[in-house]
């Protein structure tokens, strides 16, 4: 069963997305992309460092062939920041994607919103796919639609947190409100049952990063989280039971042998 | 003479092109993008994209970050 998606026009059959950071090392990375079944792989914009004369590059070990890089804009607290980071990422593969960060503080690392929309407003005029990171805010998401996002982004908690969908209610809202772009849970995801829980409330995707190459052992939990994902989804299209607040016998009653 | 680079005072050739500072650098270019005085400069300009005394370069690449700082 194929159960892809789309983006900005290009299709997705896996429904995670994973950051590239905190890994102990290149190889770590490569064999939790593997073990994911991940399409796409956010990475960070930086400096080089000059005087580290190994040189080795984060594009060395990625195969662009296999998963299409996605740069962000971490680290961003103003839309000139952002704005200035999407153009010079956009030099480095020749690539318009950009998942858009505009941070507003340092310690929740949550979004700032006024920042998000003036640099997703820019980002769009200047013909970039832009993916923004919101918080689970309605009206947030509509202005970002409205403004050319080709995909909506909230988080489940905050950055790195691992305390996984914290507002049930604001994702459900959100679902069912938000049917022109991709809905993606981005942020907060802690362990495999977050994922499931997110994709079984119809969400489009999840991306997450710290949950996996912070976790005791990466590559079971991203084997984890790539089956929670697809779980999730199935789970989600086979249409679950409603909840009850009493038993409902699943044995018939008819033939029962008694007072024996 | 003298120019900045990632914020380091660094010495270079007179007459010094983007592409020179570079390879000096020995970097690979396919996976950088350059700003010159905070103008970007794309790939293909720079083999006649000019350094003078005091200009600020901004080289920069991926690096591994999903949704950190």
């Known amino acids: ?260 | 003479m003298t120019i900045i680079v990632n914020e380091s005072e660094t010495q270079v050739p007179e007459g010094s092109v983007i592409s020179d500072l570079i390879r000096s650098l020995g970097l690979n270019p396919e996976r950088l993008a350059v700003e010159l005085n905070r103008k970007i400069i794309r790939r293909s300009g720079w083999g006649s994209t000019r350094i003078s005394e005091g200009d600020k370069v901004e080289v920069v690449h991926f690096v591994g970050g999903g949704e950190e700082a």
């Open chain 1, 1 to 260: 069963m194929t159960d892809s998606f789309k983006i900005a026009g290009r299709e997705f059959r896996s429904r995670l997305i994973l950051g590239s950071g905190k890994y102990a090392s290149f190889e770590l990375m490569i064999r939790a992309l593997e073990a994911s079944g991940t399409e796409m792989v956010t990475v960070a914009v930086r400096r080089v460092n000059l005087t580290d004369r190994a040189k080795e590059s984060l594009l060395d070990h990625v195969d662009t062939r296999k998963y299409h890089v996605l740069p962000n804009t971490a680290g961003c607290y103003s839309a000139d920041e952002a704005i200035r980071t999407a153009m010079l990422a956009r030099e480095v593969l020749d690539n318009n994607w950009i998942k858009l960060e505009v941070i507003g503080d340092e310690k929740t690392l949550f979004p700032d919103n006024q920042g998000l929309l003036e640099a997703t407003r820019e980002l769009v005029k200047e013909g970039f796919v832009v993916l923004p990171y919101l918080n689970d805010d309605l009206i947030v998401a509509r202005r970002l639609i409205d403004a050319g996002a080709a995909a909506v982004m909230p988080l489940a908690a905050p950055i790195g947190s691992g305390l996984g969908i914290q507002n049930f209610t604001n994702l459900r809202i959100l679902r069912e409100q938000i049917r022109e772009v991709p809905l993606i849970v981005d942020a907060g995801v802690g362990t495999a049952s977050d994922a499931a829980l997110a994709m079984e409330l119809g969400v489009d995707g999840v991306l997450m990063n710290t949950g996996i190459a912070s976790a005791g052992d990466p590559l079971a939990m991203a084997e984890a989280m790539n089956l929670a994902v697809r779980a999730g989804r199935l789970a989600y299209l086979a249409g679950r039971i409603p909840r009850k607040l009493y038993a409902s016998a699943s044995s018939p009653t008819e033939g029962i042998v008694s007072g024996v």
